[in-house]
């Protein structure tokens, strides 16, 4: 019963998590994985998407 509440709350925080360390990292080291500061988001909304 709880099985998706608890699966959409895990992917929840792990986007908080990655959205975190990937606005720690300076702009170069964005650019080499495909990404730049104002793309964050997009990216790992993409990200997702893709796992899912």
Do not use: Q, Y
Request: charged share 35%; hydrophobic share 35%.
């Amino acid at each position: 019963m709880f099985e998706p509440i608890t699966s959409r709350l895990r992917r929840w925080h792990l986007r908080n998590v990655t959205r975190r360390k990937l606005s720690m990292l300076d702009d170069r080291l964005l650019t080499d994985i495909g990404t730049k500061r104002s793309g964050i988001a997009d990216f790992i909304s993409a990200r997702t998407c893709e796992g899912e």
